[in-house]
Nanobody, 119 residues
Framework: QVQLVESGGGLVQPGGSLRLSCAAS????????MGWYRQAPGKQRELVAG???????YYPDSVKGRFTISRDNAKNTVYLQMNSLKPEDTAVYYC?????????????WGQGTQVTVSS
């Protein structure tokens, strides 16, 4: 049974930083592509960062240069470092196992972690 537990969210001022963590269990983590996704109120869930098992990364233009995804296979954990945060980054952030070529989420969702960017 796959379990994904996100943490690290909070309230931050515009321009600030946060580091999110996602601990995964029930999968062969080192072989899995992982993605970070977010869902803002009234909007569809969207991919914000992806990392393959070989540590190739992908970012959409909306976060490129501000967000960095990384992984620690020894801890079965994927991270999302978010810098220069903007109010439009406010959302619930989730991680998931991702299909390597499309980044489509492959498993059920965890509880997510709320990120609020506001002054």
């Amino acid at each position: 049974q796959v379990q994904l537990v996100e943490s690290g969210g909070g309230l931050v001022q515009p321009g600030g930083s946060l580091r999110l963590s996602c601990a995964a269990s029930g999968i062969i983590f080192s072989s899995a592509a992982m993605g970070w996704y977010r869902q803002a109120p009234g909007k569809q869930r969207e991919l914000v960062a992806g990392i393959t098992s070989g540590r190739t990364t992908y970012y959409p233009d909306s976060v490129k240069g501000r967000f960095t995804i990384s992984r620690d296979n020894a801890k079965n954990t994927v991270y999302l470092q978010m810098n220069s945060l903007k109010p439009e980054d406010t959302a619930v952030y989730y991680c998931n196992v991702a299909a390597g070529s499309t980044w489509l989420p492959q498993r059920g969702w965890g509880q997510g972690t709320q990120v609020t960017v506001s002054s």
